[in-house]
Each structure stands twice: as structure tokens, then as C-alpha cells.
């Protein structure tokens, strides 16, 4: 297993009132921007259900200069309807994000969990304080 020092969260960047299902992120990041698979380990779709992506083994592509040592987990939404960033998560997100986090806390104990935007201010990724939020688990 290779190290694991962040569990980093995302949000789709969909607004509110459209779907980006887990084969349509599939999709999009291998057909438009060229990547082998998915580039996050977990994509939890606005239902709740919990999407497995790349196996935490193999390193993803989601972060920039984070990718080696990070699980990636993003939730389908983060932008309102028209366009700005905003928490879109429904609670069946947040507690299938919840239940998923407490799991890999028990894989990855020391890992710290952070947002997007604390690795890279210039995004609103994921569009709420994850650091603040999951600092119990
Ligand atoms: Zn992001």
C-alpha cells in the first residue's frame, strides 16, 4: 500500500437541478481530459450511493502536486443553480460522506481530511469547510 498522508474532498462542480452521475464523471474524465480511469478513489451521487473509483492502491488524479499520497472523495454538486459555489450536499450525501470517512479512517488512521480548496485556495472545492467539519472523526 503506498502512503497516505491526505484524504482530500471534492464536489463535481454541478449545479443544482442537473446530474452527474458516477458513469457520466467516468466518462467525462476519461474521454475529455484523457485520463486512464476515473481520477477519484469514491464519488458519492446525490442519492447517497457511495461510487468506487480508482482503488485507493493506485494513486488518482484529482489534486495537483497531492495526488501520490491522497484518497480522492468528491460528492456530485457544489455550485447552485446558477453557478456559484455553494454546499449542495443532501443529507443522504452527507451521511454516506460521513460513513465512508469513518471507514477509511480505520485504513488510514493518521491521514488528515481536508478540502480541496485548503491545498489550493484559488478553488471553492468543495464548497464548505471539510477540515472544520470532519476534524471528530
Ligand atoms: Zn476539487
Redesign the pocket.
Known amino acids: 500500500m503506498r502512503k497516505i498522508t491526505l484524504i482530500i474532498i471534492?464536489?463535481s462542480a454541478t449545479p443544482e437541478g442537473r446530474n452527474l452521475d458516477f458513469e457520466a464523471c467516468h466518462y467525462e474524465h476519461v474521454h475529455h481530459r484523457r485520463f486512464k480511469d476515473i481520477g477519484y478513489h469514491f464519488y458519492i451521487t446525490r442519492d447517497g450511493d457511495i461510487h468506487r473509483g480508482r482503488p485507493i492502491e493506485q494513486i488518482g488524479a484529482?489534486?495537483k502536486d497531492h495526488n501520490a499520497h491522497s484518497i480522492g472523495v468528491c460528492y456530485e454538486g457544489g455550485l447552485s443553480a446558477d453557478g456559484v459555489p455553494k454546499d449542495t450536499r443532501t443529507m443522504k450525501q452527507k451521511g454516506a460522506m460521513l460513513a465512508l470517512l469513518r471507514e477509511l479512517r480505520a485504513i488510514v488512521p493518521k491521514a488528515l481530511i481536508v478540502g480541496?480548496h485548503d491545498l489550493n485556495p484559488l478553488?471553492a472545492?468543495?464548497c464548505f469547510n471539510a477540515v472544520k467539519e470532519f476534524k471528530g472523526i
Request: include cysteine; glycine fraction near 0%.
Open positions: 471534492h464536489c484529482h489534486c480541496h478553488k472545492c468543495p
